[in-house]
Structures are given as C-alpha cells and as structure tokens.
C-alpha cells in the first residue's frame, strides 16, 4: 500500500497545463514508494491544474491515452473544432493522436485529476460524460454499479467519481497480479485496508496497492466519502480477450487447471489477513473437493 499526496510530487509545465506527477511506470519488477515509479502499465498518474483565464497551447500525445475527471472548476476542451463543456464530475478519454487543449473560463483552478497509458483495443474514439449518467451495460446486460458499498459515479472512462455512504465499506476483494488500481480521495476522509494493514486515507493522497492483495476502502466518518478511481481495466480485457482467441484449444482440463489456481490464490490473499470470517474456513475445502471432483 503506497499513499503520496500529489503536493509532495515533481511538477512540470507542459503548454501552459502544470502536471503533478504523482504515480508513474516502475523501473524493474519492485515498486519504489519513494519516487512514485510504482505502476505496471499505467505511464504517468496524477494531478493537472490550469489557472483561470488561461488557455492551454494545443497538446498531442502520440502513442498515449489520456483519461481525465474534472475534480473542480469549469472549462472547456477544444478537440477536434468542437468545444465541451466541462465541470466537476465529467470524465472523458481522448485517443492517441488526437490533439486537444483546455481552456479555464472560472475563477478558480481548473483542476484535473489523470492518467496515460498505452491504448488498447477499445480507444478508437473520444468519449466524455458526466457521473450523472448512466452507466452504459456490460456484456451480461446489467450496468456494474461496484462492490457493496464502494459504488461508481461514473461512466466507464478510465478516470471517474466514486464514493462510500457514512459507516459504510466495500466487500474486502482482490484483483488480477498485474492490474493498476488507484485511488484519490477528493472529499471526506476513509480508511483504506489491505491484508493486515490500514491506513487513514485523506483528501489530496492518491493510494496504489498490490492487486492481488485483499483490499477495501472503508467511511468510518458521519459524512461520505467521495473519491476519484483509475484502473487500467482496458489492457487487462485485451490480454483476456488475446488468450481467448489464442490458437491453441482451450480443454476443459485447462480451464479447470485454472479455477483451480484462480481459487488457490484467492484462499491465499485470504490468509494472509489472518482473519477468521465465519463460515469461509469451513467452505474452503469444501469448494477444494469440488474442484478435484470436477476435473476427474
């Protein structure tokens, strides 16, 4: 678990828009807590700002993704000869290549909370929306809404509004090995709890953890929590996607090899808390026989 607060981060000016770097690609297979150079896949996270009245100079990045979520003031982004308003609690991604630039039309910052990756499969085009929205339906026809308590106020752009009701928390989960979660506390103050560890997670602290590690972002408080989520789903589904369209058959005996090792890492991540929940130990072999059962 690896808090920094984006003041205690490097900044740099690019066109006008200052850029608060507070995660970036690791160097190596270790994450280095002390220069932020944490993430798998996720190039540069962080924190972007432009003052009020200032237009950025026209920006591209080339072989980059760049997800967004206004976190406050008002704007407008100019792409592609056609203007969007922004206000808090838009999101949008633009594809690489695609050139852009900000322009503040409030009287305060117009603050950014954003990160860039490479693309995948499915950035072909700009997308923006508010959390007001609807989120769109996934493949099963429902709209994924989050884990208990911890629920998405945004659409599915990579960067979007969350938030947790007052004496409320997340169902504790883990994730794939290799998956880039964050998380950025823009109001209220939580605790965030991974394996034997919590931390008190403020406003202005964004949070990278390991994913394959037990986690849940908890409200303790009387006032809610609200926070602003990254994820590097996209590449994620492409791998999924890739090695299921590998030429090579998938048996049912591989699947089952990897429930198996789906279940053994799960039960894994568990121990480690050393939490006892009722009823989990007594199921675990229980499952465990059923999964040899099955691949008899």
């Given amino acids: 678990m690896i808090l920094r607060h ?11 828009l200052r850029e ?4 970036t690609r690791r160097q190596g297979a270790a994450p280095n807590a002390e220069t932020g150079a944490v993430c798998f896949e996720i190039n540069t996270y962080g924190r972007a700002a432009v003052i009020p009245g200032v237009t950025t100079e026209p920006a591209t990045y080339g072989e980059e993704v760049l997800s967004m979520c206004v976190a406050s003031g008002q704007g407008v982004l100019r792409l592609k000869g056609e203007d969007h308003p ?17 322009r503040n039309t409030g ?26 929205a609807d989120r769109p339906k996934d493949q099963w026809g429902t709209r994924n809404q989050g884990h208990w308590h911890h629920i998405y106020r945004g659409p599915s752009c990579e960067v979007h509004i969350a938030d947790i009701p007052p004496h409320k928390f997340s169902h504790p989960h883990n994730h794939i090995p290799v998956l880039d979660e964050i998380w950025y506390v823009h109001k209220g103050q939580g605790w965030h709890w991974m394996d034997q560890e919590y931390r008190p997670h403020y406003p202005g602290y964004a949070l990278w953890l390991d994913p394959s590690a037990l986690h849940s972002l908890m409200n303790p408080s009387d006032g809610g929590v609200e ?3 990254a994820a590097s789903w996209a590449l994620v589904a492409d791998r999924a996607k890739a090695q299921k369209e590998a030429p ?11 429930l198996e090792a789906d279940f ?17 130990d007594q199921h675990i072999p229980r499952i465990e026989k059923l999964i040899k ?4």
């Fill in 6 to 16: 984006w003041m205690d981060s490097p900044i740099f000016t690019f066109g006008r």
């Fill in 20 to 23: 608060w770097r507070i995660f």
């Fill in 86 to 102: 922004l206000r808090p609690g838009h999101s949008f991604t633009i594809p690489p290549g695609m050139q852009h630039r900000f």
């Fill in 107 to 132: 009287e305060a910052e117009l603050e950014f909370i954003f990160c860039r990756r490479p693309p995948s499969s499915t950035d072909k085009k700009f997308a923006i929306s508010h959390w007001t």
């Fill in 227 to 229: 926070y602003i989520y």
């Fill in 248 to 258: 090579l058959p998938r048996t049912a005996a591989g699947q089952m090899a990897e």
């Fill in 264 to 280: 053994a890492a799960l039960v894994e991540a568990y121990r480690k808390t050393e939490v006892s929940i009722h009823g989990v």
């Fill in 293 to 296: 059962a099955l691949k008899k």
